[in-house]
């Protein structure tokens, strides 16, 4: 194996044409110089150079060799200024995977920002599961998830990182008698007939746990797996349903009378939102990692992007 440094000292001597005149360049002394080279030609299995004179001049191996190492000095080179980029951020590629009512009031702004202040790297963003999110960091696949995951919750591998406690608000049909209150006791939709709003999973656990607590069981007449889709079936009156504020487009600090934030297509008039308590309702929504990777600068700046996009009021 060809001993790269020996061949950069090699063709310090084929360019200033004398030993002596290389070992100045290089800082070495011109024996060591001479060693080097003389250890070079043993890998190599041929003589490099020749003597003329008070000089040296290369043979024909040593000319082949020096122009393959011109080569491989302009990659080490180019190579190490691509590290460089990467280093600093101002290059490579982040996979980003996130759920859908996460989408428009998180992931977009901090995008946004994002691409301002790293606008060389590649973005791979993709819709996708919470479940099989959090699968994807932990096999690399992915540089960071948008999941919901219990509060204080342990995951092998993963850092999770808390970005907001995303409220459930009830969504009450045209009319109800309980939408002349403010806030309502989760037991007072005991006996109401619900509308699902959740798939299986971690947020639909968040609900069921909640009227657990309250000393019910929701009497489901309807499933559905989105949002707009269980609101649509409360505006036509066929129960309530508990929908979180993003779900809703509110911002997390936003009341339960206000309107979503903007760009989210307008506050829905034919339901109403009200509050609920004892206990109150909430999924946790955080940003997942791997645990011990370095952290690339666009990431960092991703997850700072997020918390500050969690924290916005509208």
Request: with cysteine; aromatic share 2%.
């Amino acid at each position: 194996m060809l001993d790269v440094r020996r061949m950069q000292i090699l063709r310090a001597v084929v360019d200033s044409g004398s030993v002596t005149a290389a070992a100045a360049e290089l800082g070495y002394t011109p024996s060591a110089v001479s060693q080097q080279v003389a250890v070079l030609e043993k890998e190599a299995g041929i003589a490099l150079l020749e003597r003329v004179g008070r000089g040296v001049r290369p043979t024909a191996a040593g000319l082949l060799l020096t122009r393959h190492t011109a080569v491989i000095s302009r990659n080490l080179a180019e190579a190490e200024a691509a590290l460089a980029d990467l280093r600093a951020g101002r290059t490579g590629r982040l996979a980003i995977r996130y759920f859908g009512s996460v989408g428009p009031t998180l992931v977009a702004p901090a995008v946004a920002r994002l691409r301002g202040e790293h606008p060389g790297v590649r973005l791979d963003l993709t819709l996708l599961d919470p479940q099989d999110a959090l699968s994807e960091v932990s096999r690399g696949d992915a540089d960071v998830a948008i999941v919901v995951r219990p509060r204080d919750d342990r995951v092998p591998g993963i850092r999770l990182v808390h970005l907001l406690d995303d409220e459930y608000l009830v969504a009450l049909p045209p009319g109800h008698p309980l939408t002349a209150r403010r806030v309502l006791d989760l037991a007072d939709l005991a006996d109401e007939p619900w509308i699902g709003s959740e798939p299986q999973g971690p947020c639909l656990d968040v609900v069921l746990g909640a009227c657990a607590a309250a000393g019910f069981g929701p009497g489901f007449v309807a499933r559905s797996e989105d949002y707009a889709t269980a609101l649509g079936f409360v505006a036509a009156g066929l129960g309530v349903t508990l929908v979180p504020r993003l779900g809703v487009g509110l911002a997390p600090g936003v009341g339960a009378g206000l309107g979503p934030r903007p760009g989210t297509g307008g506050r829905r008039t034919d339901i109403t939102l009200r509050r609920v308590r004892n206990p109150r309702p909430a999924r946790t929504v955080h940003a997942a990692v791997r645990e011990g990777v370095p952290l690339h600068p666009a990431l960092t700046t991703l997850l700072l992007a997020l918390g500050d996009a969690a924290r916005q009021p509208s």
